[in-house]
Structures are given as C-alpha cells and as structure tokens.
C-alpha cells in the first residue's frame, strides 16, 4: 500500500512536468506517438519512467523493444483514462474487495482499470504494433497477472517471461 501512495505522489507530480519529447521522438514513429499521445499526462510520464528503467534492464539486442514495452505497457488505459479520483477510489476499492472487484467489471472505469493489459494488447494488435514481435503484446496482455508465465520450453517464451519480470520491476518502482 505504501508503494501506491509514493506511486501516486510521483504521478501527481509528473502532471506538472513536461514529457520527453526528444525521448519520444527517439522512439515512437509518427503513428506510435499519436496513440502514445492518447495517455493522460500521469500514465504517459509513467509510461515514459518504465520504459528508462526497461532500457537499463534490457540486453543490449533488446533495449529498443523493452522500451517500447514500457512505453505501450499501459497504452490499454487511454481507452478510458480515469482521473485521479477514480484511479484513488479503485486503488482503496481494490484493497479492500480484492479479486471480488471483478464483479464491477462492467463499469467502465473498473474495465479500464483492471482490464487494460487485455484491451492496450488489442489496440497494438489492431494498429499492427509489434507485428513481427507479437510476444511483446503478449507480455502488455498479462502484466498484472501475477500467475501468468510461458512455460520456458522455447525461444520464444525465454523471450517473454524475461521482459515480463523486467516489466514487474519497473511498474512498481515508477
Ligand atoms: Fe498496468
Ligand atoms: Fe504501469
């Protein structure tokens, strides 16, 4: 609970702060940033801080995915964003009805909040980001499972249960 209370201090802060352009820019191809840009404030600076910290974890091959991993890896909230009350509210909730808030599902904002790896999977799918690493949207679909991973038996899941433990790391620290 303390770690979302620093989490959200950052977050108000950020809402003051210019994002980084040059950073973006660096990163995102004009399409990819138009969707990026479709994050509140908060998420993008969030968004952008996990995506720094992927780099630093990443293998050297990697660190361009792994960012755009940090980048995307909330993209499902623009759908609907929720303001700071909400995101406040749902938190409190959340501790408190634990697995039970998935009943509320089917109000939005619980949708957004707990659903936004499923859904920031199905944008990049349908805008064809990550098309020729569709592990990546893999890892974007899961990242709040806390159970979820590939059983190690190929590449391709070496791949995955790697970014989605460098993933974990830094959502929580950022
Ligand atoms: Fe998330
Ligand atoms: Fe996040």
């Not at 899961?142 to 989605?164: I, K, Q, V």
Request: a negative charge; proline letters at 2%; glycine letters at 8%.
């Amino acid at each position: 609970m303390l770690g979302r209370v620093k989490q959200f201090l950052i977050n108000i802060s950020g809402i003051f702060k210019r994002l980084d352009e040059d950073y973006l820019v660096e990163h995102l191809d004009k399409g990819q940033l138009i969707l990026f840009l479709k994050l509140s404030k908060s998420d993008a600076q969030h968004s952008i801080r996990v995506a720094k910290e992927m780099e630093k974890l990443a293998p050297e091959e990697l660190k361009g995915i792994y960012a755009g991993i940090g980048l995307f890896h909330d993209i499902g909230k623009s759908r609907r964003p929720l303001s700071i009350f909400e995101k406040v509210a749902l938190v409190l909730v959340h501790s408190v009805l634990k697995d039970e808030l998935s009943k509320l599902v089917r109000f939005k904002a619980v949708e957004s909040y707990l659903g936004h790896g499923r859904i920031g999977a199905e944008i990049l799918e349908g805008r064809g980001i990550f098309y020729d690493t569709p592990w990546v949207r893999e890892v974007i679909r899961y990242h709040h499972d806390p159970e979820y991973r590939c059983s190690g038996e190929n590449e391709t899941d070496g791949l995955f249960n790697e970014a989605m433990t460098a993933l974990k790391l830094a959502d929580n620290d950022n």
